[in-house]
């Protein structure tokens, strides 16, 4: 018996073919190997036999690799996104800050989660610490077009556009973040939704998919602060914001989260003052607390670091609670009020 040709130069052991001619058993190519039993061929370096009988845990083929499970092994959660009912259950068992976040595509809403999240994977997001996530995977996912780009050859793009594979259901990332001043640990669910839903709110289209808003401590409406410092542009892009503004006024009923305006692109251009104060005037008018947070999520400019305002933006997101109720609310008397001092037994 032959093995492998050892000819640099023949193609023998994939084609099966000598480029000799020579018949494939007796070419001087193909050394001959020693035709021993079973037992002589099943040894090691030093010519001790080797066990290969199967191990006491190897079943049929194809069959589980371990008898059961092992609960302490850790395991990585199994879901991407957060869907409404998971929401809810994490909402219902402690604590939690719902950010809701509106904006036109392109304003870069996906880039200021995945701007986070890269933060914190270096330990760079001032002020917080990773503690834990129940939805790496999707924060993985939308964080992978960071990672294949060309260095000295950025693409215009660092995110991709984003798509649900449900259009009627919100998906929510979810972090554990440790503040460092004091060690207090943090629950924050995040939506990372498509352009598109705000441009049906703003036509005032199937917004019952963001009902989910009247449950949010704060609200950030994302800017692209480009158009902002653009005089061609700046009329159309204020229009659209100040229109937002008034949608989620309508969508939100008598609820009134604080508002946060996210001005995106602030390494290209800084987010004007009188168009600040423009929209904070704007939302007053609908009751509003309205603040601006401009952001860089990626920076190609060397006089701003990339994740410009990020750990602020967060920071005044979880500072964000609604206001108590009054202990005592004072009511003015109504003869309607109290049925029962006015009874009068009747003989």
């Given at each position: 018996?032959?093995?492998?040709?050892?000819?640099?130069?023949?193609?023998?052991?994939?084609?099966?073919?000598?480029?000799?001619?020579?018949?494939?058993?007796?070419?001087?190519?193909?050394?001959?190997?020693?035709?021993?039993?079973?037992?002589?061929?099943?040894?090691?370096?030093?010519?001790?036999?080797?066990?290969?009988?199967?191990?006491?845990?190897?079943?049929?083929?194809?069959?589980?690799?371990?008898?059961?499970?092992?609960?302490?092994?850790?395991?990585?959660?199994?879901?991407?996104?957060?869907?409404?009912?998971?929401?809810?259950?994490?909402?219902?068992?402690?604590?939690?800050?719902?950010?809701?976040?509106?904006?036109?595509?392109?304003?870069?809403?996906?880039?200021?989660?995945?701007?986070?999240?890269?933060?914190?994977?270096?330990?760079?997001?001032?002020?917080?610490?990773?503690?834990?996530?129940?939805?790496?995977?999707?924060?993985?996912?939308?964080?992978?077009?960071?990672?294949?780009?060309?260095?000295?050859?950025?693409?215009?793009?660092?995110?991709?556009?984003?798509?649900?594979?449900?259009?009627?259901?919100?998906?929510?990332?979810?972090?554990?973040?440790?503040?460092?001043?004091?060690?207090?640990?943090?629950?924050?669910?995040?939506?990372?939704?498509?352009?598109?839903?705000?441009?049906?709110?703003?036509?005032?289209?199937?917004?019952?998919?963001?009902?989910?808003?009247?449950?949010?401590?704060?609200?950030?409406?994302?800017?692209?602060?480009?158009?902002?410092?653009?005089?061609?542009?700046?009329?159309?892009?204020?229009?659209?914001?100040?229109?937002?503004?008034?949608?989620?006024?309508?969508?939100?009923?008598?609820?009134?989260?604080?508002?946060?305006?996210?001005?995106?692109?602030?390494?290209?251009?800084?987010?004007?003052?009188?168009?600040?104060?423009?929209?904070?005037?704007?939302?007053?008018?609908?009751?509003?607390?309205?603040?601006?947070?401009?952001?860089?999520?990626?920076?190609?400019?060397?006089?701003?670091?990339?994740?410009?305002?990020?750990?602020?933006?967060?920071?005044?997101?979880?500072?964000?609670r609604p206001a108590p109720p009054d202990f005592w609310p004072e009511t003015r008397p109504d003869s309607d009020d109290r049925k029962i001092a006015a009874f009068r037994r009747r003989p």
């Amino acid at each position: 018996m032959r093995g492998p040709c050892q000819s640099t130069t023949c193609t023998f052991n994939a084609t099966k073919k000598c480029v000799l001619g020579n018949a494939p058993d007796e070419c001087e190519n193909r050394p001959l190997i020693d035709e021993g039993t079973e037992e002589d061929a099943l040894q090691d370096d030093k010519g001790e036999p080797l066990d290969v009988s199967p191990p006491l845990s190897a079943g049929v083929l194809g069959g589980p690799v371990l008898e059961a499970s092992n609960d302490e092994l850790e395991t990585l959660p199994a879901s991407r996104t957060m869907g409404l009912p998971q929401l809810n259950t994490m909402m219902e068992s402690r604590p939690t800050c719902l950010v809701g976040i509106v904006g036109l595509s392109g304003a870069g809403k996906t880039a200021v989660l995945v701007s986070a999240y890269l933060l914190l994977s270096k330990g760079m997001l001032e002020g917080f610490s990773y503690a834990d996530s129940a939805t790496l995977r999707a924060f993985e996912e939308i964080s992978r077009a960071t990672r294949s780009w060309r260095k000295g050859d950025p693409p215009e793009h660092i995110t991709n556009h984003t798509t649900l594979t449900d259009s009627r259901e919100a998906g929510f990332l979810h972090l554990r973040l440790r503040r460092d001043t004091d060690d207090r640990i943090f629950d924050i669910l995040l939506p990372d939704l498509p352009g598109e839903w705000s441009r049906a709110l703003i036509g005032r289209k199937d917004a019952a998919r963001l009902e989910f808003l009247r449950s949010a401590n704060v609200i950030w409406l994302m800017v692209d602060g480009r158009q902002f410092a653009n005089t061609g542009r700046v009329a159309y892009a204020r229009y659209r914001a100040r229109l937002l503004i008034e949608r989620l006024a309508d969508l939100l009923g008598s609820h009134r989260p604080q508002l946060l305006i996210v001005p995106t692109w602030q390494d290209k251009a800084a987010f004007p003052e009188d168009e600040v104060i423009g929209l904070q005037q704007h939302g007053r008018n609908f009751g509003f607390e309205v603040d601006v947070a401009p952001i860089a999520s990626f920076s190609w400019n060397d006089d701003m670091n990339p994740g410009q305002g990020i750990a602020s933006l967060f920071s005044r997101s979880l500072a964000a609670r609604p206001a108590p109720p009054d202990f005592w609310p004072e009511t003015r008397p109504d003869s309607d009020d109290r049925k029962i001092a006015a009874f009068r037994r009747r003989p």
